[in-house]
């Protein structure tokens, strides 16, 4: 048994959900692994993130968002409404602000002591219902989904940009 792992590191952009087409990466990273049979788990280990497996849509926004993710974008929202103001969500509640601000690298989540940066209820929400892994098929050495299935890293975090990691673990022989 054989146990490869690779981290990749995106970029988010805040002010919308970012989305990216992480499946060349995690192509890249079973043939690296050299495992020709197993199983091949990609990984958000961000709170406000998730991973999914998708159609490759084609048709694209302005902001270049496949249409299948304007649809769950819209649908999302129906549900789960940005966190726009502190009456929109529980989260964050006064004692967790008091935690955050006594972080020694506070400022990386409260620039400037703005605790509207921590708006992101919505993203924790939306993360949470979408799942922040999926596990996929190895076989042959290769991915084992069909032509048209696509794995994609999503930020629903809105509150600004910065670099996200995610994690491929694969395991077989």
Known sequence: ???YKKQI???????????????????????ESGISDGICTV???HT????????????????GNESLQVDLNNVLEKTIPD??????????GEEHYQ???SWPNAENYLPGGDR??????????????IGSSEVFDVDNGKLGVGSTGYIYFVDFDRTRP???????AIIGE
């Open 1 to 3: 048994m054989i146990i």
């Open 9 to 31: 590191t995106v970029e988010s952009k805040g002010k919308t959900p970012t989305y990216i087409n992480i499946t060349d990466a995690v192509k890249e990273a079973i043939a």
């Open 48 to 63: 406000t993130c998730a991973v999914f497996f998708e159609e490759y849509a084609h048709d694209e926004d302005e902001n």
């Open 162 to 168: 910065r670099q996200r990691k995610c994690k491929i």
């Open 116 to 129: 509207t940066a921590l708006w992101n209820g919505d993203a924790h929400l939306k993360a949470t219902i």
């Open 99 to 101: 935690a955050v601000e």
């Open 43 to 45: 990984i958000s280990p």
């Open 83 to 92: 966190h726009d103001s502190a009456e929109t969500f529980v989260y964050p």
